[in-house]
């Protein structure tokens, strides 16, 4: 089953947005299957965003994310990971279109609330760079041959 990595980012948490992301993904009809409130260390934070170290904001995107918790998740179902960064809307909230949570919670690019993996190499990448596979729970719903 297709899993990816989803963060709501310290401004949504502030924001007291967990419980309000956690259920647009619980009724779009994915899976939770692992979750964590978490401080994000500066190596952690500078492994994730390895990808974007040379652009001019990476200093700024480190020093946000590990300004407060996250709450880092795993998802699962079919096509999570296209469909979830659709839900999530466009990186900069300026273009993010209503109905998606940067679009219905967010104004600027640096605060856009939610991070979540952009491809199935990241999805693996991400996931194992924040969950042990101990953290990580299998198990059936019998709501799934519903979805
Ligand atoms: P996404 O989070 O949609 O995958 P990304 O990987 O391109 O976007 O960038 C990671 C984060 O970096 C993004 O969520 C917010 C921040 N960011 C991106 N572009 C930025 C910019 N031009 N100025 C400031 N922060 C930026
Ligand atoms: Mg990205």
Redesign the pocket.
């Given at each position: 089953m297709e899993k990816t990595f989803l963060m709501v980012k310290p401004d949504g948490v502030q924001r007291n947005l967990i419980g309000e992301i956690v259920q647009r993904f619980e009724k779009k009809g994915y899976q939770l299957v692992g979750a964590k409130l978490m401080h994000i260390s500066k190596e952690l934070a500078e492994e994730h965003?390895g990808?974007?170290k040379e652009?001019p904001?990476f200093g700024?995107?480190v020093s946000f994310i590990t300004s407060g918790p996250v709450f880092a998740m795993v998802w699962q179902g079919d096509n999570v990971i296209k469909v979830a960064r659709e839900m999530?809307g466009?990186?900069?909230p300026v273009d993010a279109a209503p109905g998606t949570i940067r679009g219905d919670y967010s104004v600027q690019?640096?605060m856009?609330i939610i991070?979540?993996s952009?491809s199935p190499e990241s999805a693996e990448r991400e996931v194992n760079l924040f969950f042990n596979e101990s953290e990580l729970v299998s198990y059936a719903k019998d709501i799934n041959k519903w979805v």
């Open positions: 965003y990808e974007h652009r904001f700024e995107l999530m466009k990186t900069n690019v640096g856009n991070h979540g952009d």
